[in-house]
């Protein structure tokens, strides 16, 4: 029997990656409360692209300077005047900044959520688990239990002849978040490795390059591309990028947002990872998707966020992973048949 719970806000304003962990708790939603639940999200105005052909969320906040307070954001006073016109049923904040209390405390709902609002007891690894636990006192454990990060994209046939893409092909995703950082990228894999994977690769294999807008200079390196490859570097947008990889044989790609976007359309994943804990904000896990981590064992990973990082002026974590391996994997999975 369904709840009277209409109207629910969900507060994520992290990168892209986080954005999709949290998408379990839409369906989670749905499932408990039915279908004509109301789900609005407050999210930045990048990511937010992530639902923009997503009918499950009904309205999206855009919150682009978190740290701001609400005298002098417009855009934290829009989502609280909103509320006190029209209160929430359901307030969910998976946010932990302390930049958020205040906005978490002024939107008016009738209940609270997450974390500002109760003491929440993490006792979960993964970060999709540990979003399930902001919520898991407004939603049954059955419910819990079978909410998945789930995204919706752009109609790819609109994309596939747009672009006149074949049927059958692989997404490389070489680039991250931390590209123009002028330090050492730790999560990166060198261009000379991507190079080399690339020509490694069959030439009756399809291979789409995405990467976002802005990006571009990060790929001039990997060029010229093999006749074989389909450059779609800073030509789709986030929501298109999501069919794009969601019809994709497979995703190779590093940590980073469209590893977690390739989990949550269960395309096949093989993410290459180094500093970063796998088991904690790498691409999750669930009953209907293949997610490889592929990594290189040194003892001093993951590191990510620590002294060992910081000092690291080699970055052999993802330096050793090789490429002949990753075709392998790729060739074990029969991802791609000789």
């Excluded at 993802?318 to 999975?333: G, H, T, W």
Aim: charge should be positive.
């Amino acid at each position: 029997m369904e709840r009277k719970i209409k109207k629910v806000i969900v507060i994520r304003c992290g990168a892209l990656g986080d954005l999709v962990y949290s998408t379990s708790v839409i369906d989670a939603l749905k499932f408990e409360f039915g279908e004509n639940t109301q789900i609005d999200f407050i999210s930045t105005p990048i990511c937010s692209k992530l639902f923009e052909f997503d009918n499950r969320v009904n309205r999206i906040f855009p919150l682009k300077h978190k740290k701001i307070p609400i005298f002098f954001s417009s855009q934290k006073k829009a989502v609280i005047n909103h509320s006190k016109k029209e209160p929430y049923d359901v307030l969910i904040n998976f946010e932990m900044g302390k930049q958020f209390e205040s906005l978490v405390r002024n939107i008016e709902a009738k209940q609270k959520t997450g974390w500002f609002c109760e003491d929440i007891n993490i006792t979960k690894t993964h970060m999709v688990e540990i979003c399930k636990e902001f919520y898991s006192n407004i939603i049954s454990k059955e419910n819990i239990d079978r909410s998945f990060p789930r995204v919706i994209g752009f109609d790819f046939n609109e994309i596939k002849n747009k672009f006149k893409l074949p049927d059958n092909y692989i997404v490389v995703s070489p680039s991250n978040s931390h590209n123009k950082k002028k330090k050492i990228n730790y999560r990166a894999w060198g261009h000379e490795n991507w190079k080399i994977f690339l020509n490694l690769l069959p030439k009756n294999v399809n291979i789409i390059i995405i990467g976002a807008k802005g990006e571009e200079e990060f790929f001039e390196p990997l060029k010229p591309y093999n006749s074989n490859v389909i450059d779609l570097v800073g030509k789709i947008s986030i929501a298109q990028m999501v069919s794009v990889i969601q019809y994709a044989k497979a995703l190779v790609v590093t940590d980073t947002g469209t590893a977690h976007i390739a989990s949550a359309v269960n395309t096949p994943v093989f993410c290459l990872i180094g500093p970063t804990p796998a088991e904690q904000t790498g691409p999750y896990k669930n009953p209907f998707n293949y997610v490889n981590i592929i990594s290189a064992g040194v003892e001093c990973s993951p590191c990510y966020k620590t002294k060992v990082m910081k000092d690291c002026k080699n970055n052999i974590c993802m330096k050793n992973i090789m490429p002949e391996k990753v075709c392998e994997l790729l060739f074990e999975s029969n991802i791609i048949v000789q």
